[in-house]
């Protein structure tokens, strides 16, 4: 999450005194302008009794000089928070000491309805639900000197200190993401205070938590969101099955912090989604990864499926979660994190260019559960032509239902704090092979998009960036140049630029159409490989639906061969 530190909102408008010695019978004032549907909010900070006068502006000379004069208000106070709701105008708000002391007054112009008089004594807590990423205004108006009682604030794990001079100040802007938020106020000292909590939606801005000097995974990713010369236009698309195509030509790359676990020639394509889903009626999120694993020195390839708990950010996998071939699997450097791991197959493949592949995650709705199929086609390899989709991961969430992929600007995966959530973005990039790494690329030259099934037909997503922000592998001397490439984008090497962004026409280019053609969601029959862990139940599932099959077909033809006999014999 990105704390923003900004102008205030125009959410007040009026002055306020610092404080002063005043004698008996002197007075501080403040003028105010309010519109309609407005108040007057006035404190003072006073050590005895006050007189509190307000009058039209257009009165207050002849107040001054003794003359009878209409007084609107006209009240002994003490220190405290005052709300006057008068019809729009021009005003002064006049405080009157009756002894000899240090005083300090504010007034402000608010809408009827914003704010509250609150009374803090130790700690305040005031819940905010947002059901957008928004953009949180806070103002805080007391009737204490900040300098002489500090006053601590925290909002969503962000913690500051009210310092000011005088008792009015306007605190901060911070974005925050949907969900239940709360903010706490600790004053040393009791006091009254007015607070105001303003939020206004906002789109997210990918381009926000981008910080220049780092490395990111690089490719096509979609945000769900236009830049449009700076406008953000959102378009956000749940969808129940995803594809991401690269076509590479050249590849070359070096892993030079080697882990244990990884190639030194390391190098991953993946394609990332988050998907949505409740389970005994609470909302879940989990992070699906589609990779392929590359060897570039060995020019050898493999399938990993990972899917990650999004649902909060320190959330794990568990046993009951997930039914498929994998295993569950700790992350020591993800605050040991436990996911979901498969990889296939059990001796690598091997690969030449030009290398064309699909990669392909679906979700279906089953009685048990929602199934989440991963899967890949590898349309050239060298010489080779097309090979057959293969499904070679089923994952069943038992109990899941109102499943779905999400790419949406107007909300992070859900968080806690100050704890960031995920992007629901859609992502097909490279990078390092696993773990975090970081793979600098001498080599690569890859025409690259991303599509989404929308009613059984294959589209493109509208628009892509060219880094993605929630996988851990990053790419290291890599770009993607977005012009001249149709409705894709071509991954090759050198700097890489953010701002530079991909925006189609809406119709699928002849690479998306050879996919398109190659297989369909709807007709591609689908290829069970064998592998080892949870999985094999559902393997088992499918082999003795395809032997009950087999034996109907030949029960029918037995059946069919009996019949023509006896019609035969009878002739």
Not at 305 to 318: G, V
Not at 393 to 412: E, M, Q
Not at 512 to 533: D, F, K, L, M, R
Request: charged letters at 10%; a neutral charge.
């Amino acid at each position: 999450m990105k704390l923003l530190l900004a102008a205030l909102f125009v959410l007040v408008v009026g002055t306020a005194n610092a404080y002063q010695y005043l004698t008996a019978g002197g007075f501080l004032y403040n003028n105010i302008t309010i519109g309609n549907n407005m108040s007057i909010v006035s404190g003072i900070d006073s050590g005895g009794p006050v007189q509190m006068i307000i009058l039209k502006s257009s009165s207050f000379k002849r107040w001054f000089y003794g003359y009878p004069t209409q007084l609107l208000v006209n009240e002994t106070v003490g220190s405290g928070i005052y709300v006057k709701n008068l019809s729009s105008g021009s005003y002064v708000v006049i405080f009157s000491v009756k002894y000899p002391e240090n005083v300090s007054s504010f007034s402000f112009g608010v809408h009827r309805g914003l704010g509250k008089i609150i009374t803090v004594s130790g700690t305040y807590r005031y819940p905010v639900y947002l059901g957008n990423y928004s953009l949180v205004n806070v103002s805080l108006l007391t009737d204490k000197n900040f300098r002489r009682f500090p006053i601590s604030i925290n909002f969503s794990g962000q913690l500051g200190f009210l310092n000011g001079d005088g008792n009015y100040d306007s605190m901060y802007n911070i974005s925050l993401n949907r969900g239940e938020h709360y903010f706490t106020i600790y004053s040393t000292t009791p006091t009254e205070a007015f607070l105001i909590v303003k939020s206004q939606n906002q789109t997210i801005d990918p381009l926000g938590g981008f910080f220049s000097g780092q490395n990111y995974p690089v490719g096509v990713v979609s945000y769900g969101v236009f830049n449009k010369s700076g406008a953000l236009e959102p378009y956000p698309i749940s969808t129940d099955g995803i594809v991401g195509n690269a076509n590479i030509s050249d590849i070359s790359a070096r892993d030079f912090n080697l882990s244990d676990n990884n190639s030194a020639f390391g190098a991953s394509l993946q394609l990332n989604i988050e998907m949505n889903t409740k389970v005994g009626g609470k909302s879940q999120v989990f992070w699906m990864q589609n990779v392929v694993d590359f060897n570039t020195s060995q020019k050898s390839y493999y399938f990993v499926s990972n899917i990650w708990n999004n649902t909060y950010p320190t959330a794990s996998m568990e046993n009951r979660t997930v039914v498929g071939k994998g295993n569950l699997t700790v992350c020591g450097e993800c605050g040991n994190q436990t996911f979901y791991a498969y990889s296939y197959p059990e001796y690598l493949f091997n690969y030449s260019l030009p290398f064309n592949i699909k990669l392909v995650m679906l979700e279906n709705q089953t009685a048990n559960g929602t199934l989440a199929s991963f899967g890949y086609q590898v349309l050239e390899n060298g010489s080779s032509g097309a090979g057959p989709l293969v499904f070679y991961d089923r994952v069943l969430f038992p109990g899941a239902v109102n499943s779905t992929f999400l790419v949406t600007p107007f909300y992070f995966t859900p968080s806690i704090g100050n704890l960031s959530g995920n992007y629901y973005d859609a992502e097909l990039v490279f990078g390092g092979e696993s773990g975090g790494a970081q793979s600098y690329f001498s080599r690569l030259a890859a025409t690259a998009w991303i599509y989404y099934y929308q009613n059984g037909t294959l589209v493109p997503f509208p628009s892509a960036y060219t880094f993605g922000e929630d996988t851990a592998e990053t790419a290291a001397n890599l770009r993607t140049v977005t012009s001249g490439y149709g409705n894709g984008g071509f991954i090759t090497t050198g700097r890489l630029d953010p701002n530079e962004q991909i925006v189609v026409d809406g119709r699928i280019n002849s690479t998306a159409q050879n996919i398109q053609n190659a297989s369909s969601v709807e007709s591609q029959p689908t290829t069970t490989v064998q592998g080892a862990g949870q999985g094999a139940l559902l393997d088992r599932i499918s082999q003795m639906s395809a032997l009950v099959n087999y034996i109907a077909v030949v029960l029918i033809l037995l059946a069919l061969i009996m019949l023509f006999r006896m019609i035969i014999r009878r002739r």
